[in-house]
């Protein structure tokens, strides 16, 4: 059974930081893509953030240079390291996993975990 757990979120004032981290089992971890989206509310989820099986990683224009993500195989963790937040950035961020190439549709990917909120007070 293939689960993906998300931790990390809360409540950060604008400037602030937050590192997201989703905790992958039952899959053979190094052979997905491993992506972040959000969802705002009355907003479509968007994918901001995606590593892939061998490792490269791009990122949603709205989040370039604040966000990374990154992976430690070892632990079956993908993270999401986020500086420099913003009131614009208060969603319920997801983690996800495919077998394909990162693209934006979320119906593309497999496996999902239950989402964490994070909240940017301005």
């Known amino acids: 059974q293939v689960q993906l757990v998300e931790s990390g979120g809360g409540l950060v004032q604008t400037g602030g930081s937050l590192r997201l981290s989703c905790a992958a089992s039952g899959l053979t971890f190094s052979s997905y893509t491993m992506v972040w989206f959000r969802q705002a509310p009355g907003r479509q989820r968007e994918l901001i953030a995606h590593?892939?099986?061998?490792?490269?990683?791009n990122y949603a224009a709205s989040v370039k240079g604040r966000f990374t993500i990154s992976r430690r195989v070892a632990k079956n963790t993908v993270y999401l390291q986020m500086n420099s937040l913003e009131p614009e950035d208060t969603a319920v961020y997801y983690c996800a996993a495919g077998r394909g190439p990162a693209v934006t549709a979320p119906t593309a990917y497999d496996y999902w975990g239950q989402g964490t909120q994070v909240t940017v007070s301005s």
């Open positions: 590593i892939t099986s061998g490792g490269s990683t």
